[in-house]
């Protein structure tokens, strides 16, 4: 499904590392509980029947709403081997002010560091990128950068192997 091409999504890099990799995750997922099974079944019923429905009716305030929970609910049953619902607290106080502006969809790739939220259009992300830099001047590990829907799939490309 094409996420409306006019939405922009800002992304919040925190330089000084990354989240859990390698034998770190898989000691992490080991040590950490079970994900609940009634939790998971909420999950997916919220993004089949509300996520998907807003993004096909480009109701971004729906659709981030439903983001949002989903990240939320992962980032909780994970905080306990990253630290927060957040890896980077500085990317989390950035996030927390991001809300306050009206962005949507809040959540962390993967372990993290990098932050992401969602909004309407070019002209806010960049208004808003503006202001980050100027706010959030004194975390000096944090960059910005807004990005566009890319609504096509992964390109392979198959290298020729020269047998010299």
């Excluded at 994900?35 to 480009?58: D, I, N, Y």
């Excluded at 927390?96 to 969809?105: C, F, P």
């Amino acid at each position: 499904m094409s996420v409306p091409e006019d939405w922009r999504f800002i992304l919040i890099f925190d330089s000084r590392g990354q989240g859990l990799h390698g034998i770190q995750e898989i000691q992490a997922f080991n040590e950490l509980p079970p994900f609940s099974v009634t939790e998971a079944q909420r999950l997916c019923h919220l993004l089949l029947m509300q996520g998907l429905p807003a993004l096909a009716e480009h109701d971004l305030t729906r659709f981030g709403e439903v983001i949002t929970q989903l990240q939320t609910s992962v980032g909780t049953h994970f905080a306990a081997a990253q630290g927060g619902v957040f890896t980077s607290s500085e990317v989390a106080s950035v996030m927390a002010w991001l809300v306050e502006q009206g962005a949507v969809a809040i959540g962390q790739t993967s372990w993290g560091p990098t932050g992401f939220c969602a909004v309407s259009n070019a002209k806010l992300a960049d208004m808003l990128i503006e202001q980050l830099n100027l706010r959030f001047a004194h975390f000096d590990k944090l960059s910005f950068l807004v990005a566009s829907p890319r609504n096509n799939g992964g390109y392979i490309r198959i290298l020729k192997h020269s047998h010299t």
